[in-house]
């Protein structure tokens, strides 16, 4: 099964400072959500970006994608992210559907909701392909269990995120979350996103190390 | 100051500062998130006064408007789609009575087959119905439009509608920057109206109109529809001086210099549309982009000025009409009579399908080459299509 459908010799057009981010999860698990905040964070660190959802069915469980532009620019452009940067998947039973790798730029970055090891994950084809893409796994179900009580991924995933990207910083999206979230509730998804941020960043440094 | 916000939500405080007193809306996706921000503003009382009416229907709501508008309340709605065919027979009621409500179409696509995603057909099927039509390209000029149609209607005594993407813009996140509330009471002065209902001093409003008057009724609404050419860039003006921003005009114009061949668009597309325009500029290859941010009345002699050295012209619809092509094309059409240029009809978009850089880009050099049919359907599944047919279900 062809995993990806990667943009070869993606010409250079002129925006290359543009950085799109797009995720993918299950109705129910705030992939749009997520995106919105994403926008907001980078909004709040001085860039432009646009977030937005995508135009499928609206069922709590059907697969659901959102998108994050980010810029130092005005942005114009209302196509979906069609060219990812990075790849957000909020729920690992997607990692086989159709489309969810398409387009993912050669030097890509993956971040997976999974209890398990990258090569755990049957991805071989795509790393082994391209070697340039960063395939990184965070059980941000389990954090947002021990803080939320319940497995709600997007805030937890967006912490990891920043540990993988320089375009927003942690306190740019513990800031978002406690904006969205008033009081406790917000108190909450800070601490799991500041725990996704900083296991993502001892995995890094472990995978540096190593 | 610029804010991170939601296209709905930077729509509802805007109205919220033009200080409607009567907001009467039934909600529809995408829609919802204006009125329902809107509820929210009146329960907590930072708009007041206005009455927040809760109804059954879009037509109700639009009655409940024409009504509250009527005795001379600032009146404000918002619907889509079905909702808005639904108000249809209110629709000609409003502007026929020359009430000066403003209602937000957050456009999407009408059914059967059910789709709650975006294109023009909404909007598009009551483009006759005398109400004004404003489009927006992004949630900045939604926002604009929005203190500028107020100012409109008030001034001509004409509902405006103020047309922007469901989903794309209503939905979408984006830097805005909204007026201030000083900004919005210099610009929006108090409404006075021109006549209300009184019980204290009753008349007839909209009483029977026989074949000696009626074409002189709508002989002088077509009249203050061509005035809403003079005044729409004229407050448009004026909305830049007191905001620094841009105020509404009747067509936008980008990548004009030596451009041979011009597409014209409604909406968020441009947006796309301009960026893929100068991919192909640094290829060599000049395309403009006209807009057209007044669709009704529609600016046919801008449009005209706008188009007058292209060579090939490409209307990019939103909408179609079964039978005949593009609603818009019919218009462009009509501004260049006379004129040699080559006009094609590209139907793009419908019911959410995605408009991308690379379609575009493939229909322009496409066009560039003379090689567009009169009537192209952009990204058509014709396999799908052969299916359908097979089975019989095209028919």
């Known amino acids: 099964m062809p995993l990806a459908l990667f943009a070869e010799g993606e010409a250079d057009d002129g925006r290359s400072l543009m950085y799109e981010v797009r995720l993918h999860g299950r109705g129910g698990q705030g992939a749009v959500t997520a995106a919105e905040l994403l926008s907001v964070a980078a909004f709040d660190g001085g860039g432009w970006a646009q977030a937005f959802p995508s135009f499928g069915s609206e069922r709590t469980g059907a697969p659901v994608a959102a998108f994050c532009r980010m810029d130092d620019r005005p942005i114009r452009l209302r196509e979906p992210v069609l060219n990812p940067n990075a790849l957000l998947i909020l729920d690992a039973t997607l990692l086989h559907l159709d489309g969810v790798f398409a387009g993912l730029r050669p030097d890509g970055i993956v971040l997976i909701n999974s209890a398990r090891q990258p090569d755990e994950l049957g991805l071989g084809d795509l790393t082994g392909r391209h070697p340039d893409v960063t395939v990184t796994t965070l059980d941000a179900s389990a954090i947002a269990r021990r803080h939320l009580g319940r497995p709600l991924p997007n805030g937890v995933m967006l912490g990891g995120f920043a540990a993988l990207s320089d375009t927003v910083s942690i306190e740019g999206v513990l800031q978002a979350l406690r904006e969205r979230f008033r009081g406790s509730t917000g108190e909450s998804n800070a601490c799991a996103a500041q725990e996704a941020y900083d296991t993502v960043r001892l995995t890094r440094e472990a995978t540096v190390d190593a | ?395």
Request: aromatic share 6%; net charge negative.
């Open chain 2, 1 to 395: 100051m610029p804010e991170q916000l939601e296209g709905s939500v930077a729509v509802a405080r805007t109205v919220a500062r033009c200080r409607p007193q009567v907001v009467c809306a039934y909600p529809i996706t995408p829609q919802t998130h204006i009125v329902e921000g809107l509820s929210v503003l009146v329960r907590e009382g930072s708009l007041a006064p206005c009455e927040f009416v809760n109804v059954e229907s879009e037509f109700a709501a639009l009655s409940v408007a024409i009504g509250a508008s009527a005795t001379g309340a600032r009146t404000y709605t918002a619907t889509a789609s079905q909702g808005l065919l639904y108000m249809a027979e209110a629709l000609y009621n409003a502007s026929g009575l020359g009430l000066p409500i403003v209602m937000t179409v957050a456009n999407r696509a009408i059914g059967a087959p059910i789709n709650i995603w975006n294109d023009h057909s909404d909007s598009m099927s009551q483009r006759d119905c005398g109400w004004l039509q404003l489009f927006a390209e992004d949630n900045q000029q939604a926002v604009d439009l929005h203190v500028q149609a107020f100012r409109i209607a008030e001034e001509l005594s004409v509902p405006v509608m103020v047309c922007m993407d469901g989903f794309v813009l209503t939905h979408a996140y984006e830097q805005v920057e909204l007026p201030t509330q000083e900004q919005v009471d210099a610009f929006v002065p108090l409404y006075q109206p021109r006549q209300v209902l009184d019980p204290q001093a009753p008349i007839t409003i909209g009483a029977m109109v026989g074949p000696e008057a009626f074409t002189e009724v709508r002989y002088l609404a077509h009249e203050t529809q061509l005035r809403a050419l003079e005044v729409i860039p004229r407050i448009g003006a004026e909305y830049a001086e007191v905001t620094g921003r841009p105020g509404g005009a009747l067509v936008s114009a980008y990548n004009m210099t030596d451009a041979d061949i011009v597409v014209v668009a409604m909406g968020s597309v441009l947006g796309t549309l301009k960026d893929t325009v100068d991919e192909l500029a640094a290829d060599g290859t000049q395309v403009g982009v006209v807009g057209i941010t007044t669709y009704r009345p529609f600016p046919a002699a801008a449009v005209r000025a706008a188009l007058a050295d292209a060579a090939r012209v490409v209307v990019l619809e939103r909408a179609i009409s079964p039978g005949v092509g593009g609603p818009l094309t019919a218009d462009v059409r009509g501004a260049l009579a006379g004129l040699s240029t080559e006009i094609v009809t590209v139907v793009a978009g419908l019911g959410g399908r995605a408009i991308t850089r690379p379609s575009l880009r493939a229909m322009l050099l496409e066009a560039g080459r003379g090689a567009l049919d009169l009537l192209t359907f952009l990204d058509l599944d014709l396999p799908q299509i052969q299916r359908a047919q097979l089975t019989g279900a095209g028919r």
